[in-house]
């Protein structure tokens, strides 16, 4: 499924199968989750180069049998500043799947070897696809909470559903918000462990100790600080966010923090990958054959399905 400029709808086309170069891999791709980010680069929110494949939750096969995953993370120079001092997810020359590397929604891909990461026993092909960003960039942004014991997660979607059962797994009590009438996402919420499930534009029984804003809203952000108690933090877990409005300084004071959350480091992939299984993560997707990728992504932005959604070739 080819984009071929920002605006425009997905094409179905057919093409040869693409040649692995030095050190990457041929994929059967088996699934690909559907990400926010995806809409990002339709909108035109994001700059890449058309025409181009999008997905980056890529579940596949190589020609001996290994099942890998693929992420965002695509490649780095392993050169700059950032990725000799473990901050690869920062690298000045990074190119990432589905923006700057052909991505999933294909029924074939090529992925740099050394990004791939090992899918873990017990989750079938569809189940593992959202661990891949979802899972990861949720997992990132939740390290960035601390040993937070009062969890909010503002937009209960994809990340949010996986990473609500992680921080209920760790004993951390969690606020689910969501768009005003969803009841299918709060009551997703509440299934998966969430002590209190409601609108973005209400305030929890307690205050929070940090905040995830998973919604690429920018007014999330101060009504995240409403909702927060002295010396907590909200993480901005997208990769593009509406402007956020200006607030009192008053909902910052009391040593407030505001961070963001930018893509992911393999050392995340190992390291998620590795408790998934442990917590145990198991993950709601809406599946969708390949030539309905563009109504996937439809669906997503109307929010018409509570998790995630998976394109199937």
């Given at each position: 499924m080819m984009l071929d400029a920002p605006g425009r709808p997905l094409r179905l086309v057919e093409r040869d199968v693409p040649e692995p170069g030095p050190g990457q891999l041929l994929l059967e791709v088996r699934a690909c989750g559907v990400c926010r980010t995806d809409l990002h680069l339709l909108d035109g929110e994001l700059a890449?180069?058309?025409?181009?494949?999008?997905?980056?939750?890529?579940?596949?096969?190589?020609?001996?049998?290994?099942?890998?995953?693929?992420?965002?993370?695509?490649?780095?120079?392993?050169?700059?500043?950032?990725?000799r001092s473990g901050r690869e997810n920062l690298?000045?020359?990074?190119?990432?799947?589905?923006?700057?590397?052909?991505g999933g929604f294909a029924d074939h891909a090529v992925a740099d070897e050394r990004f791939c990461l090992p899918i873990p026993d017990g989750y079938p092909d569809l189940q593992a696809a959202p661990l891949l960003c979802a899972g990861l960039i949720g997992f990132r942004a939740l390290r960035m909470c601390g040993d937070a014991a009062r969890l909010g997660l503002y937009g209960f979607g994809a990340a949010a559903h996986i990473i609500c059962q992680v921080a209920v797994a760790e004993g951390r009590r969690v606020s689910a918000f969501t768009r005003a009438g969803d009841a299918a996402a709060q009551a997703l919420a509440r299934e998966l462990g969430a002590e209190w499930a409601g609108a973005s534009e209400e305030l929890p029984p307690e205050p929070l100790e940090a905040a995830i804003v998973f919604a690429p809203a920018g007014p999330l952000v101060p009504a995240a600080l409403r909702a927060l108690a002295p010396g907590g933090t909200v993480v901005c877990a997208g990769i593009h966010m509406s402007d956020i409005p200006s607030f009192p300084y008053e909902l910052l004071w009391g040593e407030r923090s505001v961070r963001s959350v930018a893509n992911l480091t393999r050392a995340d992939g190992t390291a998620f990958l590795e408790l998934a299984p442990r917590v145990p993560v198991r993950t709601h997707v809406t599946e969708y054959a390949l030539p309905d990728a563009e109504r996937a992504l439809g669906d997503l932005r109307a929010g018409r399905f509570a998790g995630a959604a998976v394109v199937v070739p």
């Amino acid at each position: 499924m080819m984009l071929d400029a920002p605006g425009r709808p997905l094409r179905l086309v057919e093409r040869d199968v693409p040649e692995p170069g030095p050190g990457q891999l041929l994929l059967e791709v088996r699934a690909c989750g559907v990400c926010r980010t995806d809409l990002h680069l339709l909108d035109g929110e994001l700059a890449f180069t058309a025409p181009r494949v999008l997905g980056h939750q890529i579940v596949g096969v190589t020609g001996d049998g290994r099942r890998v995953g693929v992420p965002w993370l695509g490649w780095t120079c392993g050169e700059c500043a950032y990725c000799r001092s473990g901050r690869e997810n920062l690298c000045v020359r990074a190119r990432f799947t589905g923006r700057d590397i052909d991505g999933g929604f294909a029924d074939h891909a090529v992925a740099d070897e050394r990004f791939c990461l090992p899918i873990p026993d017990g989750y079938p092909d569809l189940q593992a696809a959202p661990l891949l960003c979802a899972g990861l960039i949720g997992f990132r942004a939740l390290r960035m909470c601390g040993d937070a014991a009062r969890l909010g997660l503002y937009g209960f979607g994809a990340a949010a559903h996986i990473i609500c059962q992680v921080a209920v797994a760790e004993g951390r009590r969690v606020s689910a918000f969501t768009r005003a009438g969803d009841a299918a996402a709060q009551a997703l919420a509440r299934e998966l462990g969430a002590e209190w499930a409601g609108a973005s534009e209400e305030l929890p029984p307690e205050p929070l100790e940090a905040a995830i804003v998973f919604a690429p809203a920018g007014p999330l952000v101060p009504a995240a600080l409403r909702a927060l108690a002295p010396g907590g933090t909200v993480v901005c877990a997208g990769i593009h966010m509406s402007d956020i409005p200006s607030f009192p300084y008053e909902l910052l004071w009391g040593e407030r923090s505001v961070r963001s959350v930018a893509n992911l480091t393999r050392a995340d992939g190992t390291a998620f990958l590795e408790l998934a299984p442990r917590v145990p993560v198991r993950t709601h997707v809406t599946e969708y054959a390949l030539p309905d990728a563009e109504r996937a992504l439809g669906d997503l932005r109307a929010g018409r399905f509570a998790g995630a959604a998976v394109v199937v070739p």
